[in-house]
């Protein structure tokens, strides 16, 4: 099937930046789109940016002009969230999932990957 793994997550002092990464791998027939959630502990997970296969964006807009999200190659096995400009309420458990297709012995099908999240916090 498909994994996804993020990385970059950690403590950050406000107005400070950070660039998390997320790795997607596996039995990988094609990524639609990869898009980043972040949940804070009792608040519902919301959408923070995403990019599709044809590199184009879509961002919250609690993080526009802050956050970009972009990808190493076209085949969006690996996209990044560059975080500028943080604040304490963009601290948060940050994910990435995959909207994904994977090669099995009898065709492709369809897998909403989710990786396990990695906390930023920021904080003086």
């Known amino acids: 099937q498909v994994q996804v793994a993020e990385s970059g997550g950690g403590l950050v002092q406000p107005g400070g930046s950070l660039t998390l990464s997320c790795e997607a791998s596996?039995?990988?027939?094609?990524?639609?789109?990869m898009t980043w959630y972040r949940q804070s502990p009792g608040e519902q997970r919301e959408l923070v940016a995403s990019?599709?296969?044809?590199?184009?964006?879509?961002y919250a807009d609690s993080v526009k002009g802050r956050f970009t999200v972009s990808a190493a190659a076209k085949n969006l096995k690996t996209v990044y969230l560059h975080m500028n400009d943080l604040k304490p309420e963009d601290s948060a458990v940050y994910y990435c999932?995959?909207?994904?297709?994977?090669?099995?012995?009898?065709?492709?099908?369809?897998?909403?990957?989710w990786g396990q999240g990695t906390l930023v916090t920021v904080s003086s």
């Open positions: 990019i599709s296969e044809n590199l184009s964006t879509n």
């Open positions: 999932n995959g909207d994904t297709y994977y090669s099995t012995w009898n065709g492709v099908r369809p897998l909403d990957a």
């Open positions: 596996g039995s990988i027939f094609t990524i639609l789109s």
